[in-house]
């Protein structure tokens, strides 16, 4: 085997798995003892993207603002993300990519005429909050009771830009969501479902069955979902990162991410990539120095594929 064709295999596998730590941080994880973290169910995991938001929000060049990332967080979003130190750099970077990404398709979708958000598995979004929203649209949120709760004491005082309503749903729970959901569908004919950070908690069968849910009503007429290669699941299951995730582990990971929901009903409308967006909006996708070494001398299309290996999807009903 030549030398060249050895460094491409490298290029290759650097770039297509999106690895993105230095050879130190490599060592770290494989052999790390430490197996402790602060992050004790999903619902942590809220705080740790709200101080990712807040962290963006102070920035001069800021792709968005978020005012209120900051007061929901915590010290305890902080501290998560301190704890999280080693998954930083590029956890960061999904998070802001997927703010705007999200933003821009409920934008859209306002455009084309739908009259209610439901953002399930809202956690600590303040979108209804932030965004330039019409006064007319209904913006339900739907979570833990514990999230809920805490979302009303913390933001009593301030008022959303349109109608918000927050339900208390385990969407685990089969009766109690197909409950709720049969309500909203008899309340609005035209929603825009929106699951961020959630499906990648949920097993298979559990994401099948919400997608069952919400195509018995045509009143669901959209869905934004996240949109993972299979290429980067080996860099989500490495030893490091479940042991950092052991209580809120990732549990999505169909063989065919596209083919799975064309399976239960949706298909794409519209996909945005983390990567061509990172590049149109001038944040490109962080590398590790070593990727950095080779990148220039990978084929072109070998990187261009790493700029499609995650983003979100706006599905539509298949039918």
């Known amino acids: 085997m030549s030398c060249f064709y050895k460094i491409n295999i490298l290029i290759i596998i650097l770039l297509t798995l999106q690895i993105r730590f230095p050879i130190k941080d490599l060592i770290y994880l494989k052999f790390v003892k430490n197996t402790t973290t602060l992050i004790n169910d999903v619902s942590d995991t809220a705080l740790w993207v709200a101080y990712y938001r807040a962290k963006e929000s102070r920035k001069p060049n800021a792709l ?21 130190k080693n998954n930083s750099r590029f956890s960061e970077w999904t998070v802001i990519m997927r703010t705007v990404i999200i933003d821009n398709f409920i934008v859209q979708m306002i455009a084309e005429g739908i009259d209610t958000v439901l953002n399930l598995g809202a956690g600590l979004d303040t979108r209804p909050y932030r ?31 349109c109608h918000l309503v927050r339900e208390k749903v385990d969407l685990a729970n089969d009766v109690e969501r197909t409950h709720f959901l049969n309500k909203i569908a008899s309340e609005s004919k035209n929603i825009l479902v929106l699951t961020e950070g959630v499906v990648v908690y949920l097993s298979e069968k559990q994401t099948s069955a919400l997608a069952a849910d919400l195509r018995k009503s045509p ?18 299951q490495t030893k490091g990162r479940k042991a950092k995730m052991q209580n809120a582990p990732f549990r999505f990971f169909p063989k065919d991410w596209l083919a799975f929901f ?23 996708m962080p590398l590790p120095r070593i990727a950095l070494l080779f990148r220039f001398l990978a084929p072109k299309a ?18």
């Open 219 to 236: 009143s669901f007429k959209y869905w934004i979902v996240e949109y993972i290669s299979p290429h980067v699941y080996p860099h989500l």
């Open 131 to 161: 965004m330039q929203l019409p006064s007319s649209l209904k913006w339900i949120e739907a979570d833990y009771p514990n999230i809920i709760d805490q979302k009303n004491k913390v933001l009593q005082s301030h008022r959303p830009c």
């Open 262 to 284: 064309k399976s239960n009903g949706f298909e794409p409308k519209e996909t945005r990539y983390f990567g061509e967006e990172g590049v149109k909006f001038g944040r490109s």
């Open 64 to 84: 968005f603002k978020d005012p209120l990332a900051e007061l929901v967080m915590g010290e305890r979003g902080r501290q998560i993300a301190e704890d999280m």
């Open 302 to 319: 070998t990187f261009e594929r790493t700029k499609k290996m995650s983003g979100f999807i706006l599905l539509k009903r298949s039918d």
